[in-house]
């Protein structure tokens, strides 16, 4: 993939047009001086800002706001909210791609659009989040800098005015929400995590000892590591066994929706039908395991409370149980897609069935093993569904994600649950790291 | 006609190449017939029972009478059957004052339909502009949304909760004051908003991967004609597409219907989805597997229905997140 076939046409503007090469160097150093000089003011009204004077004062508006809206959809009825909704939201994209496609277009009309555009979105953006009266002039001041620095970057690019400015519509609505919803609360998190349980005192790393030495923290994090070892592991066994042994065998579709088909639940109802499975009580049994137990003479358990770790390890069936469909659909595809040819070259070599698994297929879809592991051992880190409805956490069953979620809202314990939260994002973060690179390594084949 | 023999003269004429053939064809038989031999289907079949019992067995246990449920396992039905919809009817109207089953149903789907096309919109916007629009540092910009999944949601939950209900004040000064929905009959807005966030890393992961694999010709041409990417991206990607567009579309309405998490914290109480309601229920139940029963199989009802019917689409978006990932 590459750089070569999306070069658009360049020179769509008179202006630039008539450039010639020798003056890019200049320009750019225009440019530059802008951006700097933009954010330079930025940083300056920021500053001011935060040095404002304690005030009364409340929130302004330009007669709507977000918050309006959403108060006006949040009393009609829930399935009203629906069309409504998303009536509205195709208005707000089907603006921005008519802005998108007529603000490159040459001439004085489309040159007034950007121009308005580039103003009238900051502002317009600010003022629907109704700042406080004091923050007002700062933040329209903010607004019409990055407004202005904006339209004369774009003015002045190379490829030609518009460029940029469709540039940054297309990607503006995800990278402002990621921003805002994953990047910015990931570090707030982080420097939670070194504060109390009020967020207030600085505590340095006592927040992460308390997971180290207390109890509940200990086992989430000793539980973790052992479902992200076993549940992979198990899932991808199981799914790769099956998916060889139905492979192009009658009814193959039938026996693939099976075991598919518990992905599609969710965790919640996978919790409540294998405790049903688990269930134990005096008298008759009316979970399945218990009345086979007692069938053959034994006496019933009370699965969930069995510690150690045997409490554990039936959660983790449950999430086996769950994710086996994935890992099976996935490397049935990858089989599928080994050359059949290699099989027949190794069955005329002599190879039994078990060394042509072995030599042949497994060396195939090695790729799709490994997104399958992969895949499966975040989803295995992540796990809160299973454990919330299953155990709540109790007789040592806690897991990291867990465990933040019951210390934040359970014991209100903020810098705990921070602490988790992080010891989570570390666990994550090598098996991330691992598909960033195979992905990097891919586009470079590309 | 390729073979799989070792071929040591050339093959003169046809009725020996013909034979060839058919020995290759009985040959690659033989290689099926012996991979599913008899030991593998029954090891299948097993493995099928195991995974399909404990469906079975609650389903089956949602129909039968609520004393018998309470009395008798639910393999018992197979001696002694008897039938009833009334643990649906009871399941759907329990609940607190403010919510009952049936009501937060009505919630899952007020819930996932607007984030399904949320998501998707956002995403594919972005991930065009990835595929199809050149800009320095572009291929450093794929890479760090991709990597964004680093950030397990537990970590963003709280900040971007507080954000949702404190707003954001710097210094003395709010620029943000928060949203005030939480005495609103059914209010969804915070919930789709993190739902969108949190789809995004992945969903643009997926469809930049598809968008990118259009031929340049179809854009070139486009472009020829006068068409600005604005045209593009509506009349042409979109329908291109719609295959990918459909596979996310069902792997995420999957997703959010089935989550609990993001739900639990972002939700006020009087619109909180199906999975809350079942979760807090089924507490309160206890022990009456009828009830737990019928509520399990209403909450799972439309993920599996979605899942029957759009399975093809379900599974080659997982697909194209396994091949490419």
């Known amino acids: 993939m590459t750089d070569t076939h999306t070069a658009p046409p360049r020179q769509r503007s008179a202006k630039s047009a008539k450039q010639p090469a020798a003056q890019a160097a200049p320009q750019s150093r225009t440019n530059a001086l802008i951006a700097v000089v933009a954010a330079i003011l930025v940083v300056a009204l920021f500053l001011f800002l935060i040095l404002q004077q304690p005030r009364e004062t409340k929130p302004t508006s330009i007669g709507f706001s977000l918050n309006s809206f959403f108060r006006w959809l949040g009393n009609q009825n829930q399935l009203v909210q629906i069309p409504i909704v998303l009536v509205v939201f195709g208005a707000v994209v089907g603006i921005l791609l008519l802005l998108i496609e007529y603000a490159p277009r040459p001439g004085k009309l489309y040159f007034w659009i950007r121009l308005v555009a580039c103003f009238a979105l900051p502002v317009l953006a600010f003022m629907l989040l109704r700042p406080y009266q004091n923050a007002l002039l700062y933040v329209l001041g903010i607004a019409v800098v990055l407004g202005g620095a904006m339209f004369l970057l774009d003015y002045r690019s190379r490829e030609g005015a518009g460029y940029h400015f469709q540039l940054v519509l297309f990607a503006a609505p995800a990278a402002i929400l990621l921003l805002v919803g994953l990047v910015y609360p990931a570090i707030a998190t982080f420097v939670q995590s070194f504060f109390d349980k009020t967020g207030k005192d600085f505590v340095g790393m006592d927040n992460y000892v308390w997971v180290f030495t207390q109890p509940e923290g200990t086992w989430s994090v000793i539980n973790t590591l052992i479902w992200v070892l076993i549940a992979p592991a198990f899932a991808t066994v199981i799914g790769l066994a099956y998916a060889v042994f139905i492979d192009r065998a009658a009814g193959e579709k039938f026996l693939k929706v099976l075991i598919f088909m518990p992905f599609a639940i969710s965790f919640v109802g996978a919790g409540i039908i294998w405790k049903f499975v688990y269930d134990y009580r005096q008298g008759d049994q009316l979970g399945i395991l218990n009345a086979i137990v007692t069938l053959f003479g034994g006496e019933p358990v009370s699965w969930l409370a069995v510690t150690p770790l045997v409490n554990s390890l039936l959660l983790m069936v449950v999430f086996i149980w769950s994710q086996t469909g994935l890992a099976m659909v996935i490397l049935s595809a990858a089989i599928k897609a080994v050359p059949p040819e290699q099989n027949e070259a190794a069955e005329l070599d002599g190879a039994n069935a078990w060394q042509r698994f072995r030599n042949v297929t497994v060396p195939g879809i090695r790729s799709a093993i490994v997104v399958v592991i992969t895949t499966v051992a975040i989803g295995a880190l992540k796990i809160y569904d299973i454990v919330a409805v299953m155990t709540g956490g109790r007789a040592n069953t806690s897991v990291l994600a867990f465990e933040m979620v019951n210390q934040q809202q359970r014991f209100q314990s903020y810098g705990h649950s921070a602490a988790l939260a992080v010891v989570l994002f570390l666990f994550v973060t090598p098996l991330i790291v691992f598909n960033v690179i195979q992905i990097r390594k891919q586009r470079e084949i590309r | ?325």
């Open chain 2, 1 to 325: 006609m390729s073979t799989g023999v070792d071929i040591i003269e050339p093959i003169a004429d046809t009725r020996t190449a013909r034979q060839v053939a058919r020995d290759t064809r009985k040959h690659e038989a033989m290689a099926r017939k012996r991979l599913t031999s008899r030991g593998a289907t029954i090891a299948a079949l097993i493995i099928a029972i195991f995974w399909t019992i404990p469906t079975f067995g609650l389903f089956v246990t949602s129909f039968r009478p609520g004393a018998d449920v309470q009395s008798t396992g639910w393999w018992t039905i197979f001696t002694n059957p008897s039938f009833t919809l009334d643990n649906y009817e009871q399941a759907l109207n329990s609940g607190g004052t403010a919510l009952t089953l049936g009501e937060s149903f009505l919630n899952s789907l007020a819930i996932t339909i607007p984030v399904v096309f949320f998501a998707l919109a956002v995403a594919s916007l972005l991930a065009y502009a990835f595929a199809w629009i050149d800009f320095k540092g572009r291929n450093i910009a794929f890479v760090a949304v991709f990597a964004l999944q680093i950030v397990p949601l537990q970590m963003a939950l709280v900040p971007l909760l507080s954000l949702f209900s404190r707003g954001l004040t710097i210094g003395d000064v709010t620029i943000f004051p928060g949203f005030d929905l939480r005495d609103m009959t059914h209010s969804f807005a915070t919930v789709w908003i993190a739902h969108t966030i949190f789809a995004l890393p992945l969903a643009v992961f997926l469809l930049h991967n598809f968008i990118s694999e259009i031929p340049s010709e179809v854009i070139e041409a486009a472009r020829v004609d006068g068409a600005g990417h604005g045209q593009i991206f509506f009349r042409m990607i979109l329908p291109l597409a719609a295959p990918a567009l459909a596979s996310f579309a069902v792997l995420e309405f999957i997703w959010v219907w089935n989550d609990l998490l993001v739900a639990t914290i972002f939700a006020p109480s009087s619109s909180l989805p199906l999975t809350q309601s079942l979760n807090s229920l089924s507490g309160t139940w206890g022990n009456k597997w009828f009830l737990q029963a019928a509520g399990t199989f209403i909450s799972i009802i439309v993920p599996l229905l979605v899942f029957f019917g759009l399975q093809r689409f379900f599974v080659r978006g997982l697909l194209a997140g396994a091949t490419k990932g």
